[in-house]
């Protein structure tokens, strides 16, 4: 049960553009014991299938600029080959707080990101 519950919920933020990681890693590691190493290929490996249909999704509500696609796409693969290799050779205690670090510098620019988002929109109101 919990792991329908786990990727449900990966797959919701996953659709949404941020990232099913998020949620999936880090629920598997704590709440299913699972090392990070491993959390992170079912990660990438059940990615797949849910980019899939969110990249659908997206693409036929025309909010896809193709052309920025190649060059990002290009680059990302790049990146993937990359961080594997890094992986291999790092622990899964530093890669569990290496993604701990990530996740709380994300927080943190979702956070003031927030706060700016309601100062622009009380100080348009007072100019009306």
């Known amino acids: 049960m919990i792991y329908t519950i786990i990727g449900f919920f990966a797959g919701?933020?996953?659709?949404?553009?941020?990232?099913?990681g998020?949620?999936?890693i880090p629920a598997l590691v704590m709440f299913v014991g699972v090392d990070p190493?491993?959390?992170?290929?079912?990660?990438?490996?059940?990615?797949?299938?849910?980019?899939?249909?969110?990249?659908?999704?997206?693409?036929?509500?025309?909010?896809?600029?193709l052309k920025?696609?190649?060059?990002i796409a290009t680059f990302g693969v790049l990146g993937a080959?990359?961080?594997?290799?890094?992986?291999n050779y790092l622990s899964s205690e530093i890669l569990k707080k290496a993604f701990g670090?990530?996740?709380f510098l994300v927080?943190?620019?979702?956070?003031?990101?927030?706060?700016s988002e309601n100062?622009?929109?009380?100080?348009?109101?007072?100019?009306?």
Not at 12 to 20: K, T
Not at 40 to 63: C, T, V, W
Not at 68 to 71: A, F, G, I, T
């Open 12 to 20: 919701i933020i996953g659709g949404m553009g941020m990232g099913g």
């Open 101 to 103: 670090g990530f996740l």
């Open 107 to 115: 927080g943190c620019f979702e956070i003031k990101k927030g706060f």
């Open 119 to 128: 100062k622009t929109k009380k100080s348009s109101k007072l100019k009306e």
């Open 81 to 87: 080959i990359c961080g594997a290799f890094l992986a």
């Open 22 to 24: 998020t949620i999936l």
């Open 68 to 71: 920025l696609v190649l060059p």
């Open 37 to 65: 190493k491993i959390a992170q290929s079912i990660n990438l490996l059940s990615s797949i299938p849910m980019a899939i249909f969110a990249l659908a999704i997206h693409i036929k509500n025309k909010n896809v600029i």
